[in-house]
């Protein structure tokens, strides 16, 4: 949701939003998200997958139930369902979305 001209995710600011305040839809790519013991974005794992230069962590944002999806550089230990990893996104990085027209807001 815009508050301020700022998204907050869990109180904490991920992205610029100009426009009016309400609900809006955000995306990031999955090599945008990064491992952060305090990011706003909480995933309960549901599996990795090793591609070799890099491992994807599938999962579902804890409290939303949507799938998401964080792709880490390197190999990483295989982590079973039911585990808990926090994401932020990389400065920048996230895409604002209305979520009424499919627009997407500038910043």
Known sequence: EVLGGTV????????KAPGSDG???LGIRPE???????????????????LGANTLVHGRLKGEGIMITASLPGVHP???????MRF????G????FDADTGLR???
Do not use: C, I, N, W
């Open 93 to 96: 990085k996230a895409h604002v």
């Open 78 to 84: 295989h982590r079973d369902g039911g585990q808990v």
């Open 32 to 50: 945008h998200l990064v491992p952060d013991e305090s990011g706003p974005f909480e995933m309960d794992v549901q599996m990795t997958e090793p």
């Open 88 to 91: 932020a996104a990389e400065p």
């Open 23 to 25: 609900p809006v839809k």
């Open 105 to 107: 807001r500038s910043a």
């Open 8 to 15: 907050h995710v869990g109180g904490r600011e991920v992205a």
